[in-house]
Nanobody, 126 residues
Framework: QVQLVESGGGLVQAGGSLRLSCAAS?????????MAWFRQAPGKERESVAV????????FYSDSVKARFTISRDNGAKTVVLQMDSLKPEDTALYFC??????????????????WGQGTQVTVSS
């Protein structure tokens, strides 16, 4: 069974940075699947933040984080990282790592992701 464990969340002042990591286990084919970060703020629906293809070549970002967040992956270490810079209070949310349902496919649709971590809280103070 695929397991995803997020780390790196915390409390930071506006304008600061955080680096989220997601470690995958229980899979021998991590390098075949698109990975993503989603977030959910209180009272809001979960939304896609950043997506990276299985080979790291294709990346999608939501308009709200473009130019501030960077997604990357290390297939050898089975990790996905979200570097978050210039953080804003509106970035406050529970951040989830997710793995795509099928290999060698990509989209930003939450329904296409089959495995999810428990989430890590990011709080940005003004």
């Amino acid at each position: 069974q695929v397991q995803l464990v997020e780390s790196g969340g915390g409390l930071v002042q506006a304008g600061g940075s955080l680096r989220l990591s997601c470690a995958a286990s229980g899979t021998l084919t991590f390098s075949s699947y698109t990975m993503a970060w989603f977030r959910q703020a209180p009272g809001k629906e979960r939304e896609s933040v950043a997506v990276v293809s299985w080979n790291g070549v294709t990346k999608f970002y939501s308009d709200s984080v473009k130019a501030r967040f960077t997604i990357s992956r290390d297939n050898g270490a089975k990790t996905v990282v979200l570097q978050m810079d210039s953080l804003k209070p509106e970035d406050t949310a529970l951040y989830f790592c997710a793995r795509f349902r099928t290999s060698y496919s990509i989209s930003e649709n939450e329904r296409d992701f089959a495995f999810w971590g428990q989430g890590t809280q990011v709080t940005v103070s003004s």
